[in-house]
C-alpha cells in the first residue's frame, strides 16, 4: 500500500471514530464530504450524499460512498466504513488510476490537447482594495533570462516570463491582482494561508498560486465560481478564532484582512462555539501585540529570520494550539525589527507608541527622507494638523528597498519634547533669557564682527541639510573665515576628490559584491539597512566571504571571520598571501567598506594607507566595479563634504578653539572646538548639548518641517518635504543666516530657496540632479586614498564602536522617550544576555578543569 493509499486509509478510520462518537446521519454525509475532498472532488450537499449524488471521477469510491449515505441503518454504514477503511487494495487502485489520469492530462501535447488556447479577452476579476500594486517581471528580468521564458495563459490572456515564476506571479504580470496573506516578494514561501487558491486547467483542485511553478502552457483561471467558493471558504477558516474587534484595533481602515473579507468573504458565519485566545506577548516598547487577532501567515516569522537575521519570533504547537511567539520570554532586540508592523496583514502586531492615537483616514502625508543614518531611506511622514502621528518606510529599490530602521520610524515623538521655539541671550547672571529675534540677532552679529575671521569657526551638525551649509559657508567667506568643521566627520579634509568620502559600489550594487572586508565599521549599529543587504546578498549565495576588522563583539547577523580588532591586524593583509587576502584578490567584485571607526582615530590617514595598498593589491578598482568605500555616519556629512564645507588649507589641525564659534545644530564633541571663554551661537531645533553651552540660541527647523537637500553617503541627493509647520517663533535654517549677514553687514546674495539651491549648484553641479548618483571615472576613484595617508604609524589601540547607542544618536532621538526606553529596556536585556553567556562558560570551564589532571 503507498503513502497516498495509506493515508486515505487512515483518513477513513478516523472518520470511522467520528461516527462512532456520533452514531448520526450527519457524520456518514460528513465523511462522505471528507473523501470526496481528499479525492479532490467537489463536496457535496447533504441531500446529494443522501440522495447518493457524487462526482464521477471516481466510480469506485462514488459508489461505495454512495451505498454508504443511502444505508438506512447506522450499523450497515459502520459496516461498510470498516471494509470501506481496512481494503487498501481498493484504495490504492483508486488513488493509482487517479494519478495516471492526471499524469496523462498534464503531460498532453499541445496537438494532441483536447482543448485550444482560449482566446476569450481577459476576465475582470474582481481586484481587492488592499492598495498593493501588480509586479510587472518585464522590467525587472535580466536580459539573460528572457532568452528562457514561457508563456502561460491567465484568464485567456497570454503572459510570457521566465521559468521557475509562480503561478502568483504571472497573474500579477497580467494585471490580475490575487488575494493573499502569506505571501511576500522578499521573503520565502510558506504557503499556509491558502488565500490566492486559483483554478488551474487539469488540476483536480484549486491550486495555492503562490507556491505553484508556472510551467510551458498552463491555463489558470481566476475568477470562476470554484475560485470565488474556494477563497470565501479559506476566509470563513481564518476568521474562526478572529476576535472581529475592527472598532478598537489600529489596523482598521488599512487591514487586509478587513479589505480582503469585504471582497472575497461571506456575509455570514456558521461557527458558534468559543473562540480561542492567545496571551500577548511582550517584545518590548516599540511592538504591541494582540496575538489573538494572528492568522499564522508567519511572515513576521520569517522576516526575523531571514531579513532581520535574529531568530526572536517562531511557531509553537500545532493545529488550535499553534501560535507565534518566543520560546523563551525576551525582547526583540533587533534594529529593523519594527518592519514586522508594516508585513503583519492583521492588527496582531502594531506600532506601540502610535496605538490608539489616530485612523489612517484622519491624517494627511508628505514624503520624506529619513535624516537618522546616512543611507537617507525614503520615509513617509503621517502628521494630523501640527502633529507628526507616524513614520513609514516608502519604496525604493536603490536605497532602503521597503525597510526602516527602528530609530527612524519611532524617534519621531522626539520632535515635540524639548524644542527649541524662542530666541534665546544669556544674560548677565549666566541664564539664558527669552528674547525676540532682533535682539538675538544683534547679538550673534556684534560677537561675529568684533573679531578677526581667524578666530570664528563654524561647525556642522548632524541633520544639517544642504541649503543651510551653503549659507553658512558663503556667510563665513564673507566674514574670512576659513575654520570650517564637520561634527562625526574630522580629519576628512581632501574634499576635492569626491570618491574618497562616498559608497562608491552604491547600497544597491553591494549585493553584487562576492568578498566584502569591513574595517573598522559595526554595520549593524551605523547603517542597519545596509547591513540587511549584506544579509541578503550573503543568503543568496552571491556574497560567499566576509570578514572584518573592528570591534571584537560584532554580531552582524550573517557569518564572518574577524581578523582583529587593532589597525595592525589589517596590516597583515597588505601581504596578499595567505587568509583572506587571497580570498579578496581572487573575488571577482571585491568591495572594502570603512567605517566612522577609522575616520575618528588620530592614526586615521594611515590606516587609510594601509587600506589603499590592500585595495590595489585585490584589485578592488576596475574598470565596472568601484568596491572602494567610506561610510558616512551622519545625514549631513556627504552634503558638507560636496559643498567643500572643510577646513581651509592654512587653518592648523591643532589649533586652539576660536573665540566665536558658530555650531548650527553640532551638539557632540564640542570640547575640539569650544574654549571655556569661546563666544558660542548656538542654531538648531533642540536644547541639546549645544544650546546648554550657547551665549545666543536661535531656533531652527528639523527635517519633518522644511523642504531640503540631503545627500546620502554613496552620493545620491534627496529632499525633504515640510510635513508640518515649525514652532513658535522657530525659522528656516538658511532663512536665519540670511538674516543675521544682514545684519552683520555682509549680506548673502540670494532670498528664496530656490536662488540658495542654484547657488549650491554652482558649488557641486551634482546637487541639483535628485535622486541619480554620479558614477565617478576609474583613474579618479583610483585616487580615493590621499597621497599623504601612507604616512605616520598605526596605533595599538583596538577599534572601537562608533555608536556605542544605536537608538540616541542626535538631538531628535535623544529627546525622543520612546528612544529612551529602548535604550533602558535593552540595556537590561543585554545584560541578561551577558550574564547568561558568562555563566554558561563558567560552568563550561568548571568542567573542563574538573577534567584537568592537577599539577
Not at 159 to 183: H, S, W
Not at 327 to 349: F, H, K, M, Q, W
Request: charged content about 25%.
Amino acid at each position: 500500500m503507498g503513502p497516498l493509499s495509506g493515508a486515505l486509509s487512515g483518513h477513513l478510520r478516523g472518520q470511522l471514530a467520528l461516527i462512532n462518537r456520533s452514531k448520526s446521519k450527519d457524520a456518514c454525509s460528513l465523511l462522505y464530504r471528507s473523501v470526496s475532498s481528499f479525492c479532490g472532488d467537489s463536496a457535496p450537499t447533504d441531500e446529494q450524499a443522501d440522495e447518493g449524488v457524487g462526482g464521477s471521477r471516481q466510480p469506485s469510491i462514488e459508489s461505495s460512498t454512495t451505498n454508504l449515505a443511502s444505508t438506512k441503518s447506522v450499523q450497515q454504514r459502520r459496516s461498510l466504513l470498516e471494509k470501506l477503511a481496512s481494503d487498501s487494495t481498493f484504495v490504492g487502485a483508486s488513488v493509482a488510476s487517479r494519478r495516471q489520469q492526471v499524469r496523462r492530462n498534464s503531460t498532453a501535447s499541445p496537438a494532441t490537447a483536447p482543448q485550444s488556447p482560449p482566446t476569450v479577452p481577459p476576465s475582470t476579476s474582481t481586484v481587492a482594495p488592499t492598495g498593493r500594486v501588480p509586479v510587472k517581471l518585464h522590467s525587472i528580468i535580466p536580459d539573460e533570462l528572457k532568452k528562457d521564458m514561457i508563456e502561460v495563459f491567465v484568464d485567456g490572456q497570454a503572459v510570457n516570463l521566465p521559468k521557475g515564476m509562480t503561478v502568483l506571479q504571472a497573474c500579477d504580470e497580467a494585471g490580475v491582482d490575487i488575494p493573499r496573506f502569506c505571501y511576500h516578494p522578499r521573503l520565502s514561501i510558506a504557503g499556509n494561508c491558502r488565500m490566492c487558491l486559483v483554478e488551474v486547467e487539469k488540476s483536480p483542485k484549486p491550486v495555492a498560486s503562490c507556491a505553484m511553478p508556472a510551467m510551458p502552457g498552463m491555463k489558470i483561471k481566476t475568477d470562476t465560481p470554484l475560485v470565488k467558493k474556494a477563497r470565501e471558504g479559506v476566509m470563513e477558516f481564518l476568521l474562526l478564532n478572529h476576535p472581529l474587534d475592527c472598532p478598537i484595533c489600529d489596523q482598521g481602515g488599512e487591514c487586509d484582512l478587513q479589505d480582503q473579507a469585504m471582497v472575497f468573504g461571506s456575509d455570514r458565519g456558521r461557527f458558534t462555539d468559543m473562540k480561542r485566545s492567545v496571551v500577548d506577548k511582550h517584545l518590548g516598547p516599540l511592538i504591541k501585540t494582540v496575538m489573538t487577532r494572528c492568522i499564522h501567515c508567519t511572515r513576521c516569522v520569517r522576516y526575523a529570520t531571514e531579513i532581520a537575521g535574529v531568530e526572536d519570533l517562531g511557531v509553537l504547537g500545532r493545529g488550535n494550539a499553534e501560535e507565534i511567539g518566543t520560546y523563551v520570554d525576551r525582547l526583540s532586540t533587533s534594529e529593523v525589527s519594527g518592519n514586522v508592523i508594516d508585513l503583519c496583514p492583521v492588527g496582531a502586531l502594531t506600532s506601540k507608541p502610535y496605538a490608539f492615537t489616530a485612523r489612517n483616514w484622519e491624517l494627511a502625508n508628505k514624503e520624506s527622507i529619513d535624516v537618522s543614518d546616512a543611507l537617507g531611506a525614503n520615509i513617509r511622514v503621517d502628521h494630523r494638523g501640527p502633529e507628526v502621528m507616524r513614520v513609514v518606510p516608502r519604496l525604493n529599490e536603490d536605497v532602503n528597498e521597503e525597510w526602516l530602521t527602528d530609530k527612524g520610524r519611532f524617534m519621531y515623538d522626539g520632535l515635540k519634547r524639548q524644542r527649541l521655539a524662542l530666541p534665546y541671550v544669556r544674560g548677565p547672571d549666566g541664564r539664558l533669557q527669552p528674547s525676540d529675534w532682533q535682539g538675538a540677532l544683534q547679538e550673534a552679529a556684534r560677537a561675529l564682527t568684533s573679531v578677526p575671521g581667524e578666530e570664528i569657526a563654524a561647525v556642522v551638525g548632524k541633520l544639517a541639510d544642504v541649503e543651510s551649509i551653503t549659507a553658512l559657508k558663503d556667510f563665513m567667506a564673507r566674514l574670512n573665515s576659513q575654520r570650517l568643521y564637520i561634527e562625526g566627520a574630522e580629519g576628512q579634509e581632501n574634499a576635492d576628490i569626491r570618491p574618497s568620502y562616498l559608497f562608491n559600489t552604491g547600497i544597491a550594487a553591494l549585493e553584487d559584491a562576492d568578498a566584502v572586508l569591513l574595517v573598522g565599521t559595526d554595520l549593524r549599529s551605523e547603517a542597519p539597512l545596509l547591513n540587511v543587504r549584506l544579509r541578503k546578498a550573503f543568503r543568496a549565495g552571491t556574497l560567499r566571504d566576509i570578514a572584518a576588522v573592528g570591534p571584537a563583539d560584532m554580531d552582524l547577523t550573517y557569518p564572518h571571520e574577524h581578523l582583529g580588532d587593532k589597525a595592525q591586524d589589517l596590516s597583515k593583509l597588505t601581504s596578499g598571501k595567505g587568509g583572506f587576502a587571497e580570498t579578496l584578490a581572487k573575488a571577482e567584485r571585491p568591495a572594502i567598506i570603512v567605517g566612522a571607526g577609522v575616520l575618528r582615530r588620530p592614526d586615521r590617514d594611515a590606516i587609510l594607507g594601509v587600506v589603499d595598498r590592500i585595495a590595489k593589491q585585490a584589485g578592488v578598482i576596475k574598470e565596472d566595479w568601484n568596491g572602494l568605500n567610506v561610510l558616512q555616519l551622519t545625514a549631513s556629512s556627504t552634503g558638507a563634504l560636496d559643498l567643500g564645507f572643510v577646513p581651509g588649507p592654512g587653518v592648523k589641525k591643532d589649533a586652539p578653539p576660536a573665540k566665536v564659534v558658530y555650531l548650527l545644530g553640532a551638539d557632540e564633541g564640542l570640547s575640539k572646538f569650544v574654549g571655556e571663554d569661546s563666544f558660542v551661537i548656538y542654531q538648531g531645533h533642540h536644547g541639546d548639548q549645544g544650546a546648554s553651552r550657547a551665549n545666543v540660541v536661535l531656533p531652527g527647523a528639523a527635517y519633518t518641517e522644511k523642504e531640503a537637500t540631503y545627500v546620502n553617503t554613496e552620493g545620491r541627493p534627496q529632499r525633504t518635504m515640510a510635513a508640518v509647520p515649525v514652532p513658535g517663533n522657530a525659522r528656516e535654517d538658511w532663512k536665519i543666516l540670511r538674516a543675521l549677514s544682514e545684519i552683520a553687514g555682509v549680506q548673502l546674495p540670494y532670498d528664496t530657496t530656490d536662488a540658495v539651491r542654484r547657488r549650491a549648484a554652482e558649488i557641486a553641479p551634482q546637487l541639483e540632479r535628485l535622486e541619480e548618483v554620479e558614477v565617478s571615472e576609474v583613474s579618479m576613484a583610483a585616487r580615493t586614498a590621499p597621497s599623504k595617508a601612507s604616512a605616520g604609524p598605526l596605533l595599538k589601540e583596538p577599534f572601537t564602536r562608533a555608536v556605542p547607542n544605536f537608538y540616541m544618536t542626535d538631538p531628535i532621538s535623544r529627546a525622543s522617550q520612546t528612544m529612551a526606553r529602548c535604550t533602558s529596556m535593552f540595556k537590561s536585556q543585554k545584560e541578561v544576555d551577558a550574564q547568561e553567556d558568562w555563566l554558561l562558560h563558567a560552568d563550561w570551564g568548571k568542567q573542563k578543569a574538573a577534567k584537568q589532571p592537577a599539577l
